[in-house]
């Protein structure tokens, strides 16, 4: 496939379809692509001589060149139309037909088809069940939807047509421009990661948003989204967030969504800006498009009215952002400056009877002092403030400063006409100031994001050979499970486990707890014991003088307890010192979109009760490794809350890392739990072991 | 005072202080009330004959009798205007003028003269510091605002006036309408409760919304709101919520916060439906004076569009609300009805064709359904869809059923006739279907606060002058703090606590443990050592024959680590079990606007790690002592989680309320704990207690 400039900006356009039926899709298109693109346009249709004015011709083979056709004839030909194209060397296609994947088996064979043909031919191939895709360079509307855009920095995908629809509807109304739009329909071939490679390389994009369902190839996703957050902000709406949108975008898609922890992880990993509105999704592009990124968090705050200083406090209390301290010398500046009864800390209240010019004076104050990284006017209407005044000074000082200045006119009518001016200088202006707070928020978010150090995931030298041989075993079991017997496969990644063996002999288990410091754990080994425990099937704090009868007693109970039970052996294990450490778990599986996973909790109530975990998809880095242990609530009990020795975290996020390599390594590996991994001042050790594996794919 | 109708609707007003000078507070109030005032205006200046075409008396003594004035005088002399009016019958005054409290001692001063002359004469006054009060019913406009507020039921208070100036100017933007508006300013007399209960009487009022910064008396505000909110909703932004807001706050208005924690118990107590923003605040009020309640939680959605379902039904999955499960019934009626690729289950699926009547037709089917308690409309722009016709249908719809139908028409121009046809059958309409998901949610939250059951706190039978007694033990102290020495303090109050006592002799200390089953626990006690443990002050599992020197050995070894501290004695106290149970922590704190107020957590890392805890207003029901166990997180350890024996909730829910009525009871008590109280399978046991007593309050 080649770049997709040439989607959105073809010399010339087929509509293979097009009929000036009233009230039909291809009229529909045919019309809206006459009126605004800068290129030419060509019906194609055996049945008419002429459409709408222009002239219509049998095939594509019989038109004039085209770079891209858009497809609207009945689902039952659209393969056979789409091979023409490619055939006649079109490389772009939009495919606006519906009843494909999204209509039960035969369309999804339908679809199969299609996409075999678009491969054969190489071709970029948008839809099936596609409203279209707009692209206001060009002035092309490839789209059957009742609006057309108007033009800005702005490229919008959507999985739902309808949201297009609506959203256009709005932003029109709102004066909202756009640069590219693609309803991307059943993602045939082309999907979200396509388009955001795409935008990315595209000057005139400065952000892109959309609304997604699902995302196909999460680690494609995720590698090329990382990489074009770094320069071009994404915004994307993921909804099927709760188990009921899930449901219901299942059923409506027909697509498996995922889990939303992994959506949660992929996202952030991508360096996605995720909202949950729309409102929320243009606020975002708005400021992400016009204003420069904060140096830092810390914003100051100029308002003519207490409460709603206060409000815009709070607002900042409960975001990423901080009121600025100011410095003394901002201080003095504002005590020579302000009237008595105003305050010079921050928020800076200029007064009730401030005329526009105090604002520009406190503004351009707040912005000298080098603690500043941020500026919120929060203005209430007066007998003295002209807020056109104010909309001009505003303008002005934003072109002085490299900072980000939001404003909130709280009025209604009275605001308008500055309202305006803001608009046209790029300046965002809200009437409720946690709207403007939330907005810088977006920028502190972005800038965070951008900056990030994508360093590679650590390549540990591990012995995957070993690991191998033990994963193999699995085969043996009918349920493809391994416990404790498999306590190897850490040893192989390097992560640190018991010093003891699982053997198969008394006289065995005897000389293992010889080479063995101190009493041992013995704990009987059968793929059909689960709860070892329930059945007195631990012994802990064996001498090694016992070691010979305890095996036989564990055995004996084992057979007492299930007689057809397999057993494998019995495990001999140094005693772990689980009073020196905390109880963690790592965990390892698979989502259907992202591929594996790293999970991370402390164990205990910390994952059953209160659900504290955190998961990231794998490989992951040293900073990722990190940020898992702080994503958790009950991070400082391994910092050392409470009187507790600080675990080693270094450990722990080594021991992370070295199992996102191992998921990585064996996509054979659906699940795993180390539990518990007890972590130490001096270290970690893997106490615990169960995984499934399938074994097919070893 | 008497009630505050006249406040709002009086026959005549005088302006004291009125002149025709341009640009004064004055000239801008008299011109407001003459402009749509039903009753008579008295302009009352000694250096004026007529003002603003008016005629001006020298003194209210001079002019016809007035019901209600309003003081626009300089500073100095409004304590005199004011009591010129309480000679002359006045009522009710407004007091404008700024310079009180607000500005430092002298203004206080002043304040506390105003406040004087107000009891005297059992005025009711607003303010000072003031903007002034509004009723639409009269036309009355007392304020220097720029805006007169349009009709409605909606009445609303604030503490700051630039909060009102620009939610006016806004309001008339939206076509949103006021009864009564009252700028409440120091609040030297009426303050928030006092409006709550007058619109709590008022019928024209249907909701009351107000924004504030602090609320005194918080008791008053308790019972008042929760009796008012039965009937009439009330919604209010309490701003300076986080630690920064809550300084911008006290910096603003010169009171003392309080904590955000009591706030939010107290208002949630009062039966307050709390918001932080003015969106939230109007789609609160305008939901709320338009709507039934519904009579469950089961929303059915309608919509045209898939994604927008999706989105509709997570902001479902985020709320109070859940997707209504349809009948069998139903779901036949829908299948019957639907084109076969609309999606009968909830969020209904309408398909993109669906015009006007295909809306009608499945909002219908889904409120004949018992299991829906709501409908949400969520409609995409098409080709076929009339979105007036629409409305026409929701609001005919509406008409017909005792549920409440919300709508989110999503476009930009091509709704604005729709939504004007809502508008005026009283259905909210959004753009973002989230918005409607919450306005539902108010809805059903204020149903529930409507309706809840307020039981009156339990009157247990305790021996309150043993307590006194224990309590002024505290007198002897220099820091007025009480420890285990004080345990009988609860048990006079019926809180089951180990056997045992304080004792100062080893004989003593022998003689306890004789009575006691098995070995006991000793633990040193003085007032001068704290951490008893780190001194080796506590000794566990004593047998009886030990007791004598392990007494003496505790006394050595708090001598040898402080040679002057008191010893009070040494605790002999029955082996709690605590392996039984789970250990909880129950506090007593005082707020300075709330009073009393009851903490409960779980022990250890729970309260001091994750912060878990709850806290209540005293004096707390059952309800509201049962509410507090499910308010914690951790609250499935208590209920049996992870194989637990489940404690006995009863127990836990008595001595939580047993406590409230100590702290109800001795407000003396300015500090209590109770850490652990061990909840068991068959009671609780409280173990250790530490409290500060303010001796004079006894």
Redesign the interface.
């Known amino acids: 496939m080649g770049a997709l400039s040439d989607l959105f900006g073809p010399e010339r356009v087929a509509v293979v379809g097009a009929t000036d039926r009233e009230?039909s899709v291809g009229r529909?298109i045919l019309t809206n692509l006459q009126a605004d693109f800068d290129g030419g346009v060509v019906p194609i249709n055996p049945n008419r001589d002429a459409v709408l004015g222009l002239d219509c011709y049998e095939s594509l083979a019989d038109a004039p060149p085209v770079d891209l056709a858009v497809v609207v004839v009945p689902p039952g030909i659209v393969v056979d139309a789409v091979r023409e194209a490619g055939e006649e060397g079109v490389d772009d296609v939009v495919v606006i037909t519906a009843g494909f994947s999204e209509?039960g088996s035969e369309g999804a064979a339908r679809e199969r088809e299609l996409i075999e043909v678009a491969e054969e031919y190489d071709m970029n191939l948008v839809g099936p069940n596609s409203i279209g895709i707009m692209s206001t360079t060009s002035g092309l509307n490839a789209t059957f939807g009742?609006e057309n855009a108007l033009e800005g920095s702005i490229s919008f995908m959507?999985?739902?047509?309808?949201?297009i629809?609506?959203?256009l509807?709005?932003?029109?109304?709102?004066d909202l421009g756009f640069k590219d739009i693609v309803s991307l329909g059943n993602e045939a071939v082309l999907d979200e990661t396509d388009f955001i490679r795409e935008w990315g390389d595209d000057p005139e994009t400065d952000v892109i948003i959309g609304?997604l369902?699902g995302i196909d190839h999460g680690r494609e996703f995720i590698d090329t989204a990382r990489e074009v957050s770094e320069d071009t902000p994404i915004v994307l709406?993921k909804?099927?967030?709760?188990?009921?949108?899930a449901?219901?975008?299942s059923?409506?898609?027909g697509t498996i969504a995922g889990s939303e922890q992994a959506y949660e992880a992929g996202l952030d990993q991508a360096g996605v800006l995720r909202v949950?509105?729309?409102?929320e999704m243009f606020d975002y592009a708005q400021m992400l498009s016009g204003q420069p990124v904060p140096e830092r968090d810390d914003v100051a705050v100029i308002t003519?009215?207490?409460?709603?200083?206060?409000?815009t406090?709070?607002?900042?209390?409960?975001s990423r952002l901080?009121?600025a301290d100011f410095s003394n010398e901002t201080l003095e500046t504002y005590g020579e400056m302000l009237p008595d009864?105003g305050?010079i800390?921050n928020?800076v209240?200029v007064l009730?009877d401030a005329p526009a010019e105090r604002f520009r004076e406190a503004l351009e104050i707040s912005l000298e002092d080098d603690g500043v990284g941020a500026a919120i006017i929060v203005a209430?209407?007066?007998?003295v403030l002209d807020f056109e005044e104010l909309a001009d000074i505003v303008a002005d000082v934003r072109d002085e400063y490299d900072a980000p200045i939001v404003t909130a006119l709280?009025?209604?009518?009275?605001?308008e006409e500055a309202a305006e001016v803001l608009e046209d200088s790029g300046v965002p202006n809200y009437?409720?100031p946690?709207r403007a707070v939330r907005s810088v928020g977006a920028l502190s978010e972005y800038r965070d994001v951008s900056r990030r150090d994508h360093e590679a995931p650590a390549d540990f030298d591990v012995d995957r050979e070993r690991a191998r041989e033990i994963l193999e075993r699995a085969e043996d079991r009918d349920d493809n499970r391994l416990g404790v017997e498999a306590m190897e496969l850490l040893d192989a990644y390097g992560v640190p486990t018991p010093e003891g063996d699982v053997v198969d002999s008394p006289k065995a288990a005897e000389s293992v707890a010889e080479g063995i410091d101190g009493p041992v754990v013995m704990k009987i080994v059968s793929p059909d014991i689960l709860h070892k425990s329930d059945i007195g099937g631990v012994k802990v704090g064996v001498e090694t003088e016992d070691v010979y009868d305890a095996y036989e007693d564990l055995v004996t109970r084992a057979h007492n307890y299930q007689p057809d039970a397999s057993i494998t052996g019995v495990q001999v294990q140094e005693m772990a010192d689980l009073d020196a450490g905390t109880e963690t778990i790592v965990g390892l599986n698979r989502d259907p979109q992202f591929g594996p996973m790293v999970l991370f909790g402390l164990g205990?109530?910390f994952v059953?009760?209160?659900e504290d975990t955190t998961v990231k998809i794998a490989p992951i880095s040293e900073p990722e490794a990190t940020e898992m242990i702080d994503d958790i609530?009950?991070a400082?009990?391994l910092r050392g809350?409470?009187g507790r020795t600080p675990a080693d975290l270094d450990a722990v996020v080594e021991t992370l890392q070295r199992l996102s390599q191992l998921a990585t390594d064996f996509p054979a590996i659906l699940e795993l739990d180390v539990n518990p991994l007890v972590a130490g001042p001096d270290g970690v050790q893997a106490i615990d072991l169960r995984l499934t594996v399938d074994t097919e794919e070893l």
């Open positions: 009230g529909a209509t009742p959507s999985q739902s047509g309808a949201f629809t609506a959203v509807d709005w932003a029109n109304d709102q609304y369902e709406v909804s099927g967030r709760t188990e009921a949108g449901q219901a975008a059923s409506h898609t949950n509105t729309v409102e003519n009215a207490g409460g709603p200083g206060v409000m406090t709070d607002a900042i209390g409960d901080g009121l009864e305050n800390y928020p209240d009730g209430a209407p007066t007998a709280m009025g209604g009518e009275s605001t009437f409720d946690a205990g109530i059953e009760v209160l609530q009950a400082p009990l809350a409470r």
